[in-house]
């Protein structure tokens, strides 16, 4: 047990230089992480006697933000005070003084603390004025450090005092308050950026349940990304296959671990790589800050490579930025990248090329949003479209024939179709339309018939249809145009009138008011 008894600490860095932190390129998030780093090293070096004392215990941090309840809009109410709380195993007195001065780095600097950094530039960043209240575990003391810019900026002082408590040896915690906010300090919009960013940074703790994460009251998690399961594009097929590459790999004294894979669908979000270090995610941990080595993923953010492949890789060897959110000897990453090329190009498992080639078919889903659009719309979009066919027929000849209707489609057929029905009133009597998605025949568009009413439009537009491999998958505008020749073609029928011209009147006249 130690109850050493420490006064002061030092501070000493030149006073002036506490007014500059805060212009130090960084983001809130990264800077957040940086007491995550503390806690997160702290409960690795006291690992064994935290489950000793505990067996059940598991490291909890917990990050509040507090917002100037004086602004009514979100976009304008900023942070006030940050409060960031652990039951880590605490600063030791053996630490104590070392953490608190500027630039001096712990001896062993093999951990997530190794610049000495972290605490002091990090708060200062964030505020002016900041408290730590530290419980080192089996120490007799918790020990207080109040820290004021003002106050030592305008006296010069190279030491702060340090408020000594008694406590008991097995209480363990750091806590850490941060007022009197700098410039950088965010608006509450941006608390689930700060969220998703932190979350992604210490996926890694997140998968293992090394730590809980809360950032106000929230329980951080880290959503996996869908990995393709598909038949090699060069026989669809073949058998589907997970298209995910574990990687171990060594290049003189660098490493790299992890898997690089395809994406299931594409998702600018989602794609590049994200490097690790020491379990912590350094770059990537921003849906905007992916790495994408050209030997990889090549020089076009157009291609489908560019925007399938995706990976996590930690990295050995490598130095990183003081503030960790980049890798420093970026030639041999480069080279590193190259090496690994190759890796991912197994005569049996060449995710290169089949990012490169494998197109999915998402025609089924492209449908059902299409739908879900259209059956979610309003009800006031719902108003009967009307007609009056009398000025269009008085400019063609009236048909003599009766009018033909195709036989319903098969119901096999049938992909997906809107549930809630168009209303088309034609000269004063009322029809609805239904329209449904097929997968098969030789027509892009036809009409059908309803089977419980004689008076219903259906029309039938054919997504498999070679029309829609040549211009693309379906589209809202393509349908509203189908959707207004079936309601054409069938009010020439109604009336009597199957010329061309009738047609393309009616068609005119209702694509003014056609909505998906």
């Given at each position: 047990?130690?109850?050493?008894?420490?006064?002061?600490?030092?501070?000493?860095?030149?006073?002036?230089?506490?007014?500059?932190?805060?212009?130090?390129?960084?983001?809130?998030?990264?800077?957040?992480?940086?007491?995550?780093?503390?806690?997160?090293?702290?409960?690795?070096?006291?690992?064994?006697?935290?489950?000793?004392?505990?067996?059940?215990?598991?490291?909890?941090?917990?990050?509040?933000?507090?917002?100037?309840?004086?602004?009514?809009?979100?976009?304008?109410?900023?942070?006030?005070?940050?409060?960031?709380?652990?039951?880590?195993?605490?600063?030791?007195?053996?630490?104590?003084?070392?953490?608190?001065?500027?630039?001096?780095?712990?001896?062993?600097?093999?951990?997530?603390?190794?610049?000495?950094?972290?605490?002091?530039?990090?708060?200062?960043?964030?505020?002016?004025?900041?408290?730590?209240?530290?419980?080192?575990?089996?120490?007799?003391?918790?020990?207080?450090?109040?820290?004021?810019?003002?106050?030592?900026?305008?006296?010069?002082?190279?030491?702060?005092?340090?408020?000594?408590?008694?406590?008991?040896?097995?209480?363990?915690?750091?806590?850490?308050?941060?007022?009197?906010?700098?410039?950088?300090?965010?608006?509450?919009?941006?608390?689930?950026?700060?969220?998703?960013?932190?979350?992604?940074?210490?996926?890694?703790?997140?998968?293992?349940?090394?730590?809980?994460?809360?950032?106000?009251?929230?329980?951080?998690?880290?959503?996996?990304?869908?990995?393709?399961?598909?038949?090699?594009?060069?026989?669809?097929?073949?058998?589907?296959?997970?298209?995910?590459?574990?990687?171990?790999?060594?290049?003189?004294?660098?490493?790299?671990?992890?898997?690089?894979?395809?994406?299931?669908?594409?998702k600018s979000t989602q794609n590049g790589l994200v490097l690790s270090r020491r379990g912590?995610?350094?770059?990537?941990?921003?849906?905007?800050?992916?790495?994408?080595?050209?030997?990889?993923?090549?020089?076009?953010?157009?291609?489908?490579?560019?925007?399938?492949?995706?990976?996590?890789?930690?990295?050995?060897?490598?130095?990183?930025?003081?503030?960790?959110?980049?890798?420093?000897?970026?030639?041999?990453?480069?080279?590193?990248?190259?090496?690994?090329?190759?890796?991912?190009?197994?005569?049996?498992?060449?995710?290169?090329?089949?990012?490169?080639?494998?197109?999915?078919?998402?025609?089924?889903?492209?449908?059902?949003?299409?739908?879900?659009?259209?059956?979610?719309?309003?009800?006031?979009?719902?108003?009967?479209?009307?007609?009056?066919?009398?000025?269009?027929?008085?400019?063609?000849?009236?048909?003599?024939?009766?009018?033909?209707?195709?036989?319903?489609?098969?119901?096999?057929?049938?992909?997906?179709?809107?549930?809630?029905?168009?209303?088309?009133?034609?000269?004063?009597?009322?029809?609805?339309?239904?329209?449904?998605?097929?997968?098969?025949?030789?027509?892009?568009?036809?009409?059908?018939?309803?089977?419980?009413?004689?008076?219903?439009?259906?029309?039938?537009?054919?997504?498999?249809?070679?029309?829609?491999?040549?211009?693309?998958?379906?589209?809202?505008?393509?349908?509203?145009?189908?959707?207004?020749?079936?309601?054409?073609?069938?009010?020439?029928?109604?009336?009597?009138?199957?010329?061309?011209?009738?047609?393309?009147?009616?068609?005119?006249?209702?694509?003014?008011?056609?909505?998906?």
């Amino acid at each position: 047990m130690s109850d050493v008894i420490i006064d002061k600490v030092s501070v000493r860095i030149g006073s002036q230089m506490y007014g500059r932190f805060e212009d130090l390129p960084n983001t809130v998030p990264h800077v957040l992480a940086e007491f995550v780093d503390n806690a997160l090293q702290s409960f690795r070096d006291s690992k064994e006697a935290l489950l000793a004392l505990d067996p059940n215990y598991k490291l909890r941090v917990v990050i509040r933000i507090l917002w100037d309840e004086t602004e009514t809009k979100m976009s304008q109410r900023k942070a006030t005070q940050f409060m960031i709380e652990d039951n880590a195993g605490g600063i030791a007195a053996s630490r104590f003084v070392n953490a608190f001065e500027p630039a001096n780095a712990p001896d062993d600097n093999t951990g997530l603390n190794e610049f000495g950094m972290g605490l002091k530039t990090a708060a200062c960043w964030l505020g002016n004025n900041w408290i730590v209240h530290t419980k080192a575990l089996g120490e007799g003391v918790s020990r207080i450090v109040r820290f004021d810019q003002n106050v030592v900026t305008k006296n010069n002082l190279e030491e702060v005092d340090v408020k000594t408590e008694p406590a008991k040896p097995e209480e363990h915690f750091t806590k850490i308050e941060i007022s009197a906010p700098t410039k950088n300090i965010p608006t509450e919009k941006s608390l689930q950026k700060i969220k998703t960013e932190l979350a992604s940074i210490y996926r890694n703790s997140l998968r293992n349940q090394e730590m809980d994460l809360y950032v106000n009251n929230e329980p951080l998690e880290f959503t996996e990304y869908a990995i393709l399961n598909a038949p090699y594009y060069k026989d669809m097929e073949g058998p589907s296959k997970l298209w995910k590459k574990d990687i171990d790999f060594q290049f003189g004294s660098y490493k790299a671990k992890g898997f690089i894979g395809i994406l299931k669908e594409l998702k600018s979000t989602q794609n590049g790589l994200v490097l690790s270090r020491r379990g912590r995610v350094i770059i990537g941990a921003e849906e905007d800050g992916r790495y994408f080595p050209k030997s990889i993923f090549g020089s076009s953010p157009g291609t489908f490579r560019f925007k399938r492949i995706f990976g996590e890789l930690e990295l050995e060897g490598f130095a990183v930025s003081f503030n960790k959110n980049d890798i420093q000897d970026k030639e041999n990453l480069e080279m590193l990248m190259e090496a690994l090329r190759d890796e991912l190009r197994d005569k049996d498992s060449d995710i290169l090329a089949q990012a490169d080639n494998y197109r999915a078919d998402n025609t089924a889903r492209l449908v059902k949003k299409i739908v879900s659009r259209h059956d979610e719309a309003p009800k006031t979009k719902r108003t009967p479209v009307s007609i009056d066919t009398k000025p269009i027929e008085e400019k063609a000849k009236v048909a003599e024939i009766q009018p033909v209707i195709p036989e319903p489609v098969p119901e096999e057929n049938i992909i997906n179709e809107f549930k809630q029905p168009d209303f088309y009133d034609i000269n004063g009597k009322l029809h609805r339309m239904i329209v449904k998605f097929i997968d098969e025949g030789s027509d892009l568009c036809w009409l059908g018939v309803a089977k419980d009413d004689p008076d219903a439009i259906v029309c039938n537009i054919n997504v498999k249809h070679d029309f829609f491999k040549v211009f693309g998958e379906p589209t809202d505008p393509v349908i509203a145009l189908l959707k207004t020749l079936a309601v054409a073609r069938y009010t020439t029928e109604a009336v009597n009138n199957k010329t061309a011209m009738a047609m393309m009147d009616f068609f005119n006249e209702y694509i003014k008011k056609t909505k998906v």
